[in-house]
């Protein structure tokens, strides 16, 4: 039996089962759940775990990190951009490709690189789409998550992990979208769904797309 790795509680009605990239069991339970309800429902979905696990675990094969070598390309906002290697103490970005440091702690200064591009553009992209949707944030953090793109808290402050940005800009707004709509639901409700199809009519496409390329969460630590 293939046993939860983390169990994490929430304000949320229902259990649910997420297989993380190194195939291993996360749960997610509603506060009032019991141990016994939440080890009897992993038990049920015993043979949808195993086979999703396995999944993740033959995809994280396959899924090649990079080794930020002259030729090889990087997403950023959903392009691909190339990387060239050079006499240069920064990094530096011309919109479609990247001159990184011939240094070792090259990929140290391209994460802090994204991570603060991720800081602006998602910080912009919340205040003009929270605008239109008249909900307010308490603050909005940049995380290194690899797990999730985005997670709105019960006091409704904002995480995004800065590899959204290397997302289309259309989905990295669907994930903006998703987390304000969990402050005016905290859950996953019928309602909730309801309240992003009303701002992000092809929410569904861009789900797909996030689920298709997770990968891209692990091409750079």
Same mark, same amino acid.
């Not at 999730?148 to 995004?160: A, D, E, Q, V």
């Given at each position: 039996?293939?046993?939860?790795?983390?169990?994490?509680?929430?304000?949320?009605?229902?259990?649910?089962?997420?297989?993380?990239?190194?195939?291993?069991?996360?749960?997610?339970?509603?506060?009032?759940?019991?141990?016994?309800?939440?080890?009897?429902?992993?038990?049920?979905?015993?043979?949808?775990?195993?086979?999703?696990?396995?999944?993740?675990?033959?995809?994280?094969?396959?899924?090649?990190?990079?080794?930020?070598?002259?030729?090889?390309?990087?997403?950023?906002?959903?392009?691909?951009?190339?990387?060239?290697?050079?006499?240069?103490?920064?990094?530096?970005?011309?919109?479609?490709?990247?001159?990184?440091?011939?240094?070792?702690?090259?990929?140290?200064?391209?994460?802090?690189?994204?991570?603060?591009?991720?800081?602006?553009?998602?910080?912009?992209?919340?205040?003009?789409?929270?605008?239109?949707?008249?909900?307010?944030?308490?603050?909005?953090?940049?995380?290194?998550?690899?797990?999730?793109?985005?997670?709105?808290?019960?006091?409704? &402050?904002? !995480?995004? #992990?800065?590899?959204?940005?290397?997302?289309?800009?259309? +989905?990295?707004?669907?994930?903006?979208? /998703? %987390?304000?709509?969990?402050?005016? &639901?905290? !859950?996953? #409700?019928?309602?909730?769904?309801?309240?992003?199809?009303? +701002?992000?009519?092809?929410?569904?496409? /861009? %789900?797909?797309?996030?689920?298709?390329?997770?990968?891209?969460?692990?091409?750079?630590?």
């Amino acid at each position: 039996m293939i046993e939860p790795k983390k169990i994490v509680k929430s304000r949320r009605k229902t259990i649910a089962l997420v297989i993380d990239s190194d195939g291993e069991l996360i749960v997610r339970a509603p506060f009032y759940a019991s141990n016994h309800d939440i080890m009897r429902f992993v038990q049920e979905k015993q043979d949808w775990i195993e086979q999703k696990s396995e999944e993740m675990k033959l995809k994280k094969q396959e899924r090649p990190k990079l080794a930020l070598q002259d030729g090889e390309t990087i997403p950023y906002l959903g392009r691909e951009c190339m990387i060239f290697r050079g006499m240069t103490k920064k990094i530096y970005f011309d919109g479609k490709a990247f001159l990184l440091p011939e240094t070792q702690d090259a990929d140290t200064k391209l994460v802090t690189w994204y991570k603060k591009r991720a800081a602006v553009i998602l910080q912009e992209r919340v205040e003009t789409i929270a605008k239109n949707m008249q909900v307010v944030p308490e603050g909005v953090k940049i995380t290194s998550a690899k797990t999730r793109w985005g997670s709105c808290s019960g006091t409704n &402050h904002i !995480n995004f #992990s800065w590899r959204l940005i290397m997302c289309p800009p259309e +989905v990295v707004d669907y994930v903006v979208v /998703h %987390e304000l709509c969990h402050i005016l &639901h905290k !859950n996953h #409700s019928r309602s909730f769904w309801e309240s992003v199809e009303r +701002v992000d009519a092809s929410y569904r496409e /861009h %789900e797909k797309w996030l689920k298709d390329n997770r990968r891209i969460m692990e091409i750079l630590e």
